[in-house]
């Protein structure tokens, strides 16, 4: 089993890969994977909205805020 990477390690390395995206590349996409695309995202956007409501809650623990 793998290792958990530390959670600042995994958002820098989030950050670099979205900075990294081809955008030009999507024009070639048809109607379907576009939508496809679209459905990732928001299940990353949930995924990421979950981890700032974690990450507030044990600032706010550690008295941190």
């Known amino acids: 089993m793998d290792e958990p990477t530390p959670t600042a390690r995994a958002l820098a ?11 030009a590349g999507r024009r ?3 109607a379907e994977v576009r939508l496809g695309l679209v459905s990732e995202v928001v299940a ?22």
Do not use: P
Not at 13 to 23: C, P
Not at 51 to 65: F, P
């Open 13 to 23: 390395g989030a950050r670099s890969l979205l900075a990294s995206i081809d955008h």
């Open 28 to 30: 070639r996409l048809d």
């Open 44 to 65: 990353l956007g949930r995924q990421v909205e979950a981890l700032r409501v974690v990450l507030i809650a044990e600032a706010d623990r550690a008295k941190a805020a």
